[in-house]
């Protein structure tokens, strides 16, 4: 059993940067995690994803250069750092946990454990 919590959302101009954290309890060794986003009327969208075991990302084209997904261990704390902040990154954001079965990370279906999620606004 894996819970998820994330934190660090809010309100930023465009341009500016916030960090997500993603807390996560039990036992997160060898999964997925990722971030999803969703807007009023959108699909839910992957972002960003990191493999616990050794840190490997992935990114959304619409994200690369700008956003930054790391973990930290000793926390057991997965990080979404989001730079160059535009208008069309509002949503709610979700931090998903151990992807099953095949196909993109990006599949929000294939995620077992699920964050309440947290809004991030960004206004022009």
């Known amino acids: 059993q894996v819970q998820l919590v994330e934190s660090g959302g809010g309100s930023v101009q465009a341009g500016g940067s916030l960090r997500l954290s993603c807390a996560a309890s039990?036992?997160?060794?060898?999964?997925?995690v990722a971030w999803f986003r969703q807007a009023p009327g959108i699909e839910r969208d992957g972002v960003a994803a990191?493999?616990?075991?050794?840190?490997?990302?992935l990114y959304a084209d619409s994200v690369k250069g700008r956003f930054t997904t790391s973990q930290d261990n000793a926390k057991n704390t997965v990080y979404l750092q989001m730079n160059s902040l535009k208008p069309e990154d509002s949503a709610m954001y979700y931090c998903?946990?151990?992807?099953?079965?095949?196909?993109?990370?990006?599949?929000?279906?294939?995620?077992?454990?699920w964050g309440q999620g947290i809004q991030v606004t960004v206004s022009s």
């Open positions: 990191i493999f616990t075991e050794g840190g490997y990302t």
């Open positions: 039990g036992d997160t060794n060898r999964i997925w």
């Open positions: 998903a946990a151990d992807f099953r079965g095949r196909g993109s990370v990006f599949t929000p279906e294939k995620y077992y454990y």
